[in-house]
């Protein structure tokens, strides 16, 4: 099983900046794609950005050259660095991660519980 805990949400100004984190732990043998997706009020679940475990990156076209997407594969941490934030980017933030859990064994998908970004115009 893999767990993973999110953190660095809140409120903040239009204009200002949030950075998320969130770490995965329990037992694995690796982390593959890893990713951040948002869920607005009366929206739909939708992917922010990804990140591959050879740090390949994809964004969402609404956040492209505002959020930056990174990991850490020592810590099993992927990060999304938000900047320029705007009132529609208000939304529960999620984490994603797809993991292997034993050497040449199937793949399955995690979600973390959520961290709330409120941004105030």
């Known amino acids: 099983q893999v767990q993973l805990v999110e953190s660095g949400g809140g409120l903040v100004q239009a204009g200002g900046s949030l950075r998320l984190s969130c770490a995965a732990s329990g037992s694995f043998n690796s982390i593959n794609t890893m990713a951040w997706y948002r869920q607005g009020p009366g929206n739909q679940r939708e992917r922010v950005a990804e990140i591959s475990d050879a740090r390949s990156t994809n964004y969402a076209d609404s956040v492209k050259g505002r959020f930056t997407i990174s990991r850490d594969n020592a810590k099993n941490t992927v990060y999304l660095q938000m900047n320029s934030l705007k009132p529609e980017d208000t939304a529960v933030y999620y984490c994603?991660?797809?993991?292997?859990?034993?050497?040449?064994?199937?793949?399955?998908?995690?979600w973390g519980q959520g961290t709330q970004v409120t941004v105030s115009s």
């Open positions: 994603y991660a797809i993991a292997t859990i034993r050497p040449g064994g199937n793949m399955y998908q995690y």
